[in-house]
């Protein structure tokens, strides 16, 4: 099939590849120059692991433009995939999808088009993109429209960090329509995938336990709706496991063991479940913001996920509180951050716990000194004001140091000298962050271990 991919970002891109990639002819257009030059070479703008070699095998049959008129009117499916960043009232501001489907609109001329919301929107937003498509396609044809496109919703569920293999090999793909015809293009854009039936790549085999992919076809609302559940169903997992740590770091029991005793309940189960700093990213905090904004618009409160979110925001703020308990003066001390990313394997800082926690330090007098093995390179161009603080070498950010904090679990990290390193700072500190260092070890290399939850 003819796809266009609006927006070139880890949505749009995967998307755009993962298809390319099982034989459909791809254009992606993108706003940014420098992206679609970077992507027109066969680099990728974003890390994510295996995006190079995708590219690579995809090649011929992916185009790059920020030409609308290149990339839509032969398109049979057009997936919108732009940013929709929460407000300051927690509603996610949708100008980006209003522009991107008033350029679709203007040049949408097939006979039937899908257009396939991918970005993550508010309840109702597919028939706000549908009459903006409308009022475009009617505004440049000076016609009404007569049945040539219809809006689908079909939302993303990929994980930044393993966004090829859950975009080939997802756990259920969601697509929400009004239009038989356009399920029914959805269901063969999409076969490969839910039959299994692709030879995949050499460099990412398809997990053994696979079989086929549930397609949950529903109504547009409750498309729309799936995405934000699912998202903040995650979130209050990832908080409700940091609750019941601050009360096992109370109780002295230890909260790996109970995460461990309570995920293995199957009605339970183990993922998203690890205590720590808490997530962080483009998607939990903005999701759930604008999950509780559209109940408020119909006057509904909605006390679980709202105490999911403070709950997170405690974490950050808990690093300093445990970092004061320990070192008593923040002020001078010399603190190091592992790990900018708002998660490993991915370079995305949006909403990264490691840049709030280093800005309350710096508030305190601290000086901070940052790394990642990833995302530093971004970092410099996304964070100016932090710049001074990066740290080329990991050994800078524990050289001369009172305390360090790991804040990004990292592979990188969790293989370090660690006996070396200990020898390079004033008082070996550390602040394990993440529940992933072994605390028996470092201890028995000197470290004083410290935990979110006290053990
Ligand atoms: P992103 O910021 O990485 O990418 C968005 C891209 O769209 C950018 O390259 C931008 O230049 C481009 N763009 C913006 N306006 C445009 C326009 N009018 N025409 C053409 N291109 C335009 O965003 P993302 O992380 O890929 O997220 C996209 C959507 O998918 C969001 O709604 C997000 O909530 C949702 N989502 C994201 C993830 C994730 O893990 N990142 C997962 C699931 C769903």
């Given at each position: 099939m003819r796809v266009c991919v609006v927006g070139t970002g880890y949505v749009g891109l995967t998307t755009g590849v993962s298809l390319a990639f099982l034989g459909h002819d791809v254009t992606c257009v993108d706003l940014d120059q420098a992206k679609v030059d970077l992507l027109a070479g066969g680099r990728s703008p974003i890390y994510e692991p295996h995006m190079d070699a995708l590219l690579a095998d995809s090649a011929e049959r992916m185009t790059f433009t920020t030409d609308y008129s290149i990339a839509v009117?032969?398109?049979?499916v057009v997936f919108i995939a732009v940013q929709t960043p929460s407000l300051p009232d927690g509603n996610p501001d949708l100008k980006y999808l209003r522009s991107a489907a008033e350029s679709v609109g203007k040049h949408i001329s097939g006979e039937f088009t899908v257009v396939i919301n991918k970005s993550t929107v508010p309840i109702g937003s597919s028939n706000w993109v549908d009459s903006i498509l409308r009022e475009s396609f009617e505004r440049t044809h000076e016609r009404r429209s007569d049945g040539e496109f219809s809006v689908a919703s079909n939302p993303e569920f990929l994980r930044q960090g393993a966004a090829i293999q859950d975009t080939l090999y997802p756990d259920r793909i969601v697509v929400g329509s009004d239009n038989p015809r356009s399920l029914d293009v959805l269901n063969r854009l999409y076969r490969e995938i839910l039959n299994q039936t692709f030879t995949p790549p050499t460099y990412l085999p398809r997990p053994?336990?696979?079989?086929a992919v549930p397609m949950v076809s529903t109504d547009l609302a409750s498309a729309e709706l799936i995405k934000y559940a699912a998202n903040a169903f995650l979130a209050l997992k990832i908080s409700f496991a940091n609750e019941i740590g601050q009360l096992a770091g109370k109780v002295g029991a230890d909260i790996s063991q109970v995460t461990r005793g309570i995920g293995l309940d199957t009605r339970i189960g183990?993922?998203?479940?690890q205590p720590g700093i808490g997530w962080g990213g483009s998607c939990f905090g903005k999701d759930t913001a604008a999950l509780i904004a559209t109940a408020a618009d119909y006057h509904h409160s909605m006390p679980i996920v709202t105490a999911a979110r403070e709950v997170n925001q405690l974490q950050r703020r808990l690093v300093v509180d445990r970092l004061l308990d320990e070192?008593?003066?923040?002020?001078g001390r010399r603190i190091g951050l592992l790990?900018?990313?708002?998660?490993?394997?991915?370079?995305?800082?949006?909403?990264?716990p490691a840049l709030d926690i280093a800005r309350m330090l710096i508030d305190r007098g601290a000086r901070v000194r940052l790394h990642d093995p990833v995302a530093a390179e971004r970092f410099r161009r996304e964070q100016p004001d932090l710049v001074p603080h990066l740290a080329d070498e990991v050994e800078d950010v524990f050289d001369d140091s009172d305390a360090v904090v790991l804040v990004t679990e990292w592979s990188q990290y969790l293989d370090l000298d660690w006996a070396k390193l200990a020898s390079l700072m004033r008082t070996p500190v550390i602040l394990d962050g993440r529940h992933c260092l072994d605390p028996q070890r470092l201890t028995k290399l000197g470290y004083r271990y410290l935990s979110l939850t006290g053990r």
């Amino acid at each position: 099939m003819r796809v266009c991919v609006v927006g070139t970002g880890y949505v749009g891109l995967t998307t755009g590849v993962s298809l390319a990639f099982l034989g459909h002819d791809v254009t992606c257009v993108d706003l940014d120059q420098a992206k679609v030059d970077l992507l027109a070479g066969g680099r990728s703008p974003i890390y994510e692991p295996h995006m190079d070699a995708l590219l690579a095998d995809s090649a011929e049959r992916m185009t790059f433009t920020t030409d609308y008129s290149i990339a839509v009117p032969d398109a049979d499916v057009v997936f919108i995939a732009v940013q929709t960043p929460s407000l300051p009232d927690g509603n996610p501001d949708l100008k980006y999808l209003r522009s991107a489907a008033e350029s679709v609109g203007k040049h949408i001329s097939g006979e039937f088009t899908v257009v396939i919301n991918k970005s993550t929107v508010p309840i109702g937003s597919s028939n706000w993109v549908d009459s903006i498509l409308r009022e475009s396609f009617e505004r440049t044809h000076e016609r009404r429209s007569d049945g040539e496109f219809s809006v689908a919703s079909n939302p993303e569920f990929l994980r930044q960090g393993a966004a090829i293999q859950d975009t080939l090999y997802p756990d259920r793909i969601v697509v929400g329509s009004d239009n038989p015809r356009s399920l029914d293009v959805l269901n063969r854009l999409y076969r490969e995938i839910l039959n299994q039936t692709f030879t995949p790549p050499t460099y990412l085999p398809r997990p053994g336990e696979l079989g086929a992919v549930p397609m949950v076809s529903t109504d547009l609302a409750s498309a729309e709706l799936i995405k934000y559940a699912a998202n903040a169903f995650l979130a209050l997992k990832i908080s409700f496991a940091n609750e019941i740590g601050q009360l096992a770091g109370k109780v002295g029991a230890d909260i790996s063991q109970v995460t461990r005793g309570i995920g293995l309940d199957t009605r339970i189960g183990p993922r998203f479940l690890q205590p720590g700093i808490g997530w962080g990213g483009s998607c939990f905090g903005k999701d759930t913001a604008a999950l509780i904004a559209t109940a408020a618009d119909y006057h509904h409160s909605m006390p679980i996920v709202t105490a999911a979110r403070e709950v997170n925001q405690l974490q950050r703020r808990l690093v300093v509180d445990r970092l004061l308990d320990e070192l008593r003066i923040l002020k001078g001390r010399r603190i190091g951050l592992l790990g900018l990313a708002f998660k490993p394997n991915t370079d995305d800082m949006r909403d990264a716990p490691a840049l709030d926690i280093a800005r309350m330090l710096i508030d305190r007098g601290a000086r901070v000194r940052l790394h990642d093995p990833v995302a530093a390179e971004r970092f410099r161009r996304e964070q100016p004001d932090l710049v001074p603080h990066l740290a080329d070498e990991v050994e800078d950010v524990f050289d001369d140091s009172d305390a360090v904090v790991l804040v990004t679990e990292w592979s990188q990290y969790l293989d370090l000298d660690w006996a070396k390193l200990a020898s390079l700072m004033r008082t070996p500190v550390i602040l394990d962050g993440r529940h992933c260092l072994d605390p028996q070890r470092l201890t028995k290399l000197g470290y004083r271990y410290l935990s979110l939850t006290g053990r």
